[in-house]
């Protein structure tokens, strides 16, 4: 579990760090281009979920940070002998989660930032939580179905 705490720390960490020294320069709606025409930095708040869906609906969605965070907990790692590499996945996709989570505790809205332009479509503006999130979230199914395949193919 250890280890588990210090992966989320050390993400949640890096998200405030990056939020608040973009805050502290940026304004609202600014942008800095990075790569021209593919990156740039835009700073938004975004009182949503992934997309923007669920707009103003802040307490909502705080209640299903610490409800998904408390389910992970109990189904996933209490009580189970995880692998080094699992607990790392579990470590970051929590620190994503507990990342945003303080943001809509303290700002009502997500603090987004990264804009990418990918051969034509601008992509949803997005944070670091959020990319903890989505890789946490697909290693862990590919694991999960890893695991799965494994017990099929020795018959268990």
Do not use: H
């Not at 940026?26 to 707009?55: E, K, P, Q, R, V």
């Not at 620190?95 to 303080?102: M, Q, S």
Request: without cysteine; charged residues 15%; glycine residues 8%.
């Amino acid at each position: 579990m250890r280890k588990i705490i210090l992966i989320s720390f050390i993400g949640i960490v890096l998200d405030r760090i990056i939020k608040s020294l973009l805050l502290l320069n940026m304004d609202m709606g600014d942008s800095i281009t990075i790569i021209n025409n593919f990156w740039n930095i835009t700073l938004i708040s975004n009182t949503g979920a992934a997309f923007s869906i669920l707009s103003s609906n802040t307490p909502f969605l705080i209640i299903v940070s610490l409800f998904t965070i408390i389910l992970i907990y109990f189904l996933f790692i209490k009580g189970q002998e995880l692998k080094n590499y699992q607990k790392i996945l579990y470590g970051i996709l929590l620190g994503g989660i507990i990342g945003n989570l303080i943001d809509r505790i303290i700002y009502g809205a997500v603090v987004d930032y990264l804009d990418f332009n990918i051969f034509g479509y601008n992509f949803p503006v997005f944070n670091l939580a959020d990319i903890f999130i989505v890789v946490g979230v697909i290693l862990i199914i590919i694991d999960v179905f890893k695991g799965a395949k494994n017990e099929v193919s020795s018959g268990k």
